[in-house]
């Protein structure tokens, strides 16, 4: 299980102060990709099937099976205040163990679905071996930890 602690990539910042993304009112999503393309916070142009330089939907993990189909839809999003800045909340993702799902997973790329270009903002990391399988086990990603909605991040002054 991931405890859900996510990451930007440096140009998601970036479409965030340039007004691309709308916390609040996008479909944000969440796509399971293999270490064949390890993310990193100097990835260039990162997107999911959109325009870009890198784009991470070619690494998707297999979508064999019922659990994992493609891309998770993220719920119970919320952009809100809290002290000392902002934070944006989801709900964990779970996906039941599958006989025919995937066995390479290795990091969930988060991206905006309403955005033409797909641009992701940031990823967490699920097992950087590449070995999280739906085969063996329910993957579940926890927010913050949290069973139910957590923080996926918050932006704060320091």
């Given amino acids: 299980m991931a405890t859900g602690t996510m990451k930007w990539f440096r140009q998601g910042l970036m479409d965030l102060g340039n007004k691309i993304h709308d916390l609040d009112g996008d479909d ?14 100097d990835t260039p142009a990162p997107h999911w099937a959109g325009t870009g330089t890198t784009n991470f939907f070619s690494n998707q993990v297999g979508t064999g099976g019922t659990s994992y189909t ?6 119970t999003e919320t952009w809100q205040l ?3 800045g902002a ?15 995937f066995t390479t997973g290795a990091y969930g790329i988060i991206y905006n679905n ?3 270009n797909k641009r992701a903002i940031g990823w967490v990391e699920i097992d950087s071996g590449g070995a999280a399988s739906l ?24």
């Fill in 82 to 84: 809290m002290t000392g």
């Fill in 28 to 41: 944000w999503r969440m796509g399971i990709v293999t270490t064949a393309t390890v993310p990193a916070i």
């Fill in 114 to 116: 309403t955005d033409a």
């Fill in 70 to 75: 493609g891309p998770v839809v993220l719920t």
């Fill in 135 to 158: 085969v063996a086990g329910p993957v579940e990603i926890r927010w913050n930890g949290v069973d139910g909605t957590g923080r996926m991040f918050s932006l704060v002054q320091s």
């Fill in 87 to 101: 934070e944006m909340l989801a709900a964990k993702v779970s996906l039941a163990q599958d006989g025919s799902g």
